[in-house]
């Protein structure tokens, strides 16, 4: 068993295990714990913590922060979620086990409208720009932005009768918008 088990007190024994190789350095990791009693408990402590090992269940808890630990699980979460939703569509597994996981949520951030002023001065910045007309129609319209960037004219001059177009989506101003692409419920 790769670790070992070492007097530090009366009944105080430090337990070091080796928890395999550092993926970027190659150097050895080795994870110490504290055990309390007799030598044959920290022997019974090296034996789990060994075992914990084997599994890849050992982690040196001292040197991770909350932080990292979080974005290292959202990390892993996202790729094994995409690696078993393709088992699921090539039926090598019945189910996406990570669909019964639910990530920590992430607070909603507060959306900041612009007042009368602050959006005359915006459009006032925008005017000359190519910028203007997309500031225009997501003000007057309340479009966003993706919805913005997906609207394409119809002619080379836009006018009263030129419409606009979003893929999926065509109308004329002041008409009915019809939608040629299959719809979202």
């Known amino acids: 068993m790769p670790g070992y088990v070492r007097r530090r007190g009366r009944n105080s024994w430090e337990v070091t295990v080796s928890a395999g190789r550092d993926p970027v350095t190659g150097r050895r990791v080795r994870v110490f714990r504290s055990a309390r009693g007799t030598r044959k408990d920290a022997e019974r402590e090296l034996a789990r913590l060994w075992l914990e090992a084997t599994k890849g269940a050992l982690v040196d ?3 991770v922060t909350v932080e990292e630990w979080l974005r290292s699980w959202l990390d892993v979460k996202r790729v094994l979620h995409a690696a078993l939703e ?3 569509r090539q039926q090598v ?3 996406n086990v990570c669909d019964a996981v639910r990530p920590p949520k992430t607070p909603a951030r507060e959306l900041r409208v612009l007042d009368r002023d602050e959006l005359l001065r915006l459009l006032r ?4 720009t190519r910028m203007y007309v997309p500031v225009l129609l997501a003000s007057l ?3 966003r932005r993706g919805e913005v960037l997906a ?4 002619s080379e001059r836009p006018g009263p009768t030129t419409g606009w177009s979003a893929p999926g989506r065509t109308g004329l101003p002041g ?3 019809t939608s040629s692409g299959p719809s979202r419920p």
Not at 125 to 128: N, R, W
Request: with cysteine; proline share 4%; aromatic share 0%.
């Open 175 to 177: 008409g009915p918008i």
């Open 61 to 63: 808890l001292g040197r």
């Open 93 to 95: 597994v019945g189910r």
């Open 151 to 154: 609207l394409r004219c119809g």
């Open 125 to 128: 910045e925008a005017e000359g």
């Open 141 to 143: 319209c309340g479009l």
């Open 86 to 88: 393709d088992a699921v």
